[in-house]
């Protein structure tokens, strides 16, 4: 029972455009949200997150959208860089619970130069 | 500020073997958290620790694994008599006391990669 997907194994993006990863969840108690970061070989870099009570939070070029009626979120990176070219985990995190990170199972992002 | 540390990176074991995976978390995290990732799968949660405590290891596999983390030195993920299935990346989190709107970022290690014969 996969609880949050990321149905689109992986996306191409020319350097300097919008990168737009997407993340379907089905558990609605989920509250909170994170989007990691995988190089190869490395450990996943935790990147940015939102609750539940926003809809949108943005971090220099990273912004993240949370539509909770869909159940949706998505991550956007402009302008994208070669160097974003990894794979993005989106994750969530359940009401009361401070733990047990329940992750997607990625999206491998190549920008192109 | 060293981030969270594990060791081995890479570690062979033929089946029958025990693993013993090491994990530092980073200096001032008091909660550590293990994690597997299949190939070409997300990661799974498996157990959360504080110092002598275990506070959820409701992903852990009923049979030989266990973890701990003891009031000095590093966790330790032990899996014992070691199968093919068992091969997989295995991750250390930490994360600090406080929490950020009642939740607490993780922080992960580079993985320990096991690989059983």
């Known amino acids: 029972d996969q609880q949050v997907k990321q149905n689109s194994p992986s996306l191409s993006v020319q350097e300097g455009r919008i990168s737009i990863l997407n993340c379907d969840y089905t558990n609605s108690m989920f509250d909170y949200f994170l989007w990691y970061k995988k190089y190869p070989a490395e450990g996943p870099t935790f990147l940015i997150s939102?609750?539940?009570?926003?809809d949108k939070n943005e971090d220099g070029r990273f912004t993240v959208f949370l539509n909770k009626s869909a159940k949706h979120l998505s991550l956007h990176i402009v302008p994208s860089q070669p160097g974003d070219s990894a794979v993005y985990f989106c994750a969530a995190i359940p009401t009361g619970a401070n733990s047990k990170l329940t992750f997607g199972k990625g999206i491998t992002l190549s920008v192109r130069p | 500020n060293a981030g969270v540390m594990q060791n081995p990176r890479h570690l062979v074991r033929r089946r029958g073997q025990e693993a013993r995976l090491r994990c530092s978390p980073m200096?001032?995290?008091?909660?550590v958290y293990w994690y597997r990732q299949l190939p070409e799968e997300g990661l799974k949660f498996m157990v959360y620790?504080?110092?002598?405590?275990?506070?959820?290891e409701s992903g852990m596999p009923k049979e030989r694994f266990s973890a701990e983390f003891p009031k000095e030195g590093p966790s330790i993920l032990r899996i014992q008599q070691v199968v093919r299935g068992d091969s997989a990346a295995y991750f250390c989190?930490?994360?600090?006391?406080?929490?950020?709107?009642?939740?607490?970022?993780?922080?992960f290690g580079a993985g320990t990669r096991l690989s059983v014969l």
């Open positions: 200096k001032g995290h008091s909660h």
């Open positions: 939102i609750s539940s009570i926003k």
């Open positions: 989190a930490s994360s600090p006391p406080g929490t950020i709107l009642g939740k607490n970022i993780q922080y």
């Open positions: 620790l504080q110092k002598e405590n275990i506070i959820d």
